[in-house]
């Protein structure tokens, strides 16, 4: 941002130095660097082949420590985790366990599961941050705008008046307030909350 000041760091302790002492000049505008993005503009992490569940991140997630996959909830055909590239914080992903790529395919414990789950996922972000509404849906396939087509997961979106300004629609970028290592503690600790006993309704 104009004015800013960056930090270097050295032996003696961290240095600061004057924004203006760099290259470039100032034209009014606010910069919001999120790097991390590029990981995803480029395709980076998705699976070379889409089939193969050793390389799929929702199979790798479920097989991994929660904090690692962003694993919120765990249920017996299920699993409810953080989007890596959410849209707003709490953006949850539900996902069956079983590598299948459409909706049709799971079979009816998975099904039901997958409607609990999600019906919890909603309620559990109600109690953790009061949102004023949700998006809820699923894409079906790569030409639908699935990311992963190979795995189906329902999005699970927490939605707040006035979350949506310029930066989407303009610079393709997401302005998000809290990490996502925040923002799960928050959701594992009121998913227990409001379903002691498992997935809950």
Same mark, same amino acid.
């Given at each position: /941002?104009?004015?800013?000041?960056?930090?270097?760091?050295?032996?003696?302790?961290?240095?600061?130095?004057?924004?203006?002492?760099?290259?470039?000049?100032?034209?009014?505008? #606010?910069?919001?660097?999120?790097?991390?993005? /590029?990981?995803?503009?480029?395709?980076?992490?998705?699976?070379?082949?889409? &089939?193969? %569940?050793?390389?799929?991140?929702?199979?790798? %997630?479920?097989?991994?420590?929660?904090?690692?996959?962003?694993v919120v909830h765990r249920g017996e055909h299920?699993?409810?985790?953080?989007?890596?590239?959410?849209?707003?914080?709490? &953006?949850?992903?539900?996902?069956?366990?079983?590598?299948?790529?459409?909706?049709?395919?799971?079979?009816?414990?998975?099904?039901?599961?997958?409607?609990?789950?999600?019906? %919890?996922?909603?309620?559990?972000?109600?109690?953790?941050?009061?949102?004023?509404?949700?998006?809820?849906? /699923?894409?079906?396939?790569?030409?639908a705008g699935a990311g992963i087509a190979a795995h189906l997961h329902q999005h699970v979106v927490?939605?707040?008046?006035?979350?949506?300004?310029?930066?989407?629609?303009?610079?393709?970028?997401?302005?998000?307030?809290?990490?996502? #290592?925040?923002?799960?503690?928050?959701?594992?600790?009121?998913?227990?909350?409001?379903?002691?006993?498992? %997935?809950?309704?």
């Amino acid at each position: /941002m104009p004015g800013d000041q960056e930090q270097t760091g050295t032996g003696a302790g961290p240095q600061v130095e004057p924004a203006s002492a760099f290259a470039g000049d100032a034209d009014g505008f #606010e910069r919001l660097w999120t790097p991390h993005r /590029m990981a995803y503009v480029r395709g980076e992490r998705k699976p070379a082949d889409p &089939h193969d %569940a050793q390389q799929c991140p929702f199979c790798r %997630a479920g097989n991994g420590p929660d904090e690692d996959g962003l694993v919120v909830h765990r249920g017996e055909h299920v699993l409810v985790v953080l989007n890596l590239y959410p849209y707003n914080p709490g &953006h949850l992903l539900v996902c069956p366990n079983r590598h299948v790529s459409s909706y049709v395919d799971l079979d009816a414990a998975e099904l039901a599961e997958f409607s609990a789950l999600t019906r %919890a996922a909603v309620h559990t972000l109600r109690a953790a941050s009061n949102p004023a509404g949700f998006n809820i849906g /699923m894409n079906q396939g790569a030409v639908a705008g699935a990311g992963i087509a190979a795995h189906l997961h329902q999005h699970v979106v927490p939605r707040w008046a006035g979350d949506a300004n310029f930066l989407p629609v303009v610079a393709r970028t997401k302005a998000l307030p809290e990490l996502l #290592e925040d923002t799960r503690r928050r959701l594992v600790e009121a998913w227990t909350d409001q379903h002691p006993a498992g %997935a809950g309704g």
